[in-house]
Nanobody, 121 residues
């Protein structure tokens, strides 16, 4: 069974930083892409940042220049470094990955359970 487990959320003051991690475990042949989404109360889930195995990335306009997504392919882990945090960044952050479990498997979508990020003074 494949699982995505996030960590690193919490409470931080405006202007502060947090680093989220998401590790994929289980039988895994390949993971591509990996991404972070977020969902604030009363709002739709939105893409924050996405990274493919080659290292190419894309970001939501609202986080460009402040957030950095990276991945460690050997550890099946994706990270989100969040700097200059704003109250509007408060949300539950979800890890997302498309995973092939074996060379002949289909590519399936997986989601983590989410980690809360709260930016408040």
């Amino acid at each position: 069974q494949v699982q995505l487990v996030e960590s690193g959320g919490g409470l931080v003051q405006p202007g502060g930083s947090l680093r989220l991690s998401c590790a994929a475990s289980g039988i895994i042949f390949s993971i591509d892409p990996m991404a972070w989404y977020r969902q604030a109360p009363g709002k739709q889930r939105e893409l924050v940042a996405r990274i493919v195995s080659s290292g190419n990335t894309n970001y939501a306009d609202s986080v460009k220049g402040r957030f950095t997504i990276s991945r460690d392919n050997a550890k099946n882990t994706v990270y989100l470094q969040m700097n200059s945090l704003k109250p509007e960044d408060s949300a539950v952050y979800f890890c997302y990955a498309v995973i092939k479990r074996t060379v002949v498997s289909t590519r399936d979508e997986y989601w983590g359970r989410g980690t809360q990020v709260t930016v408040s003074s």
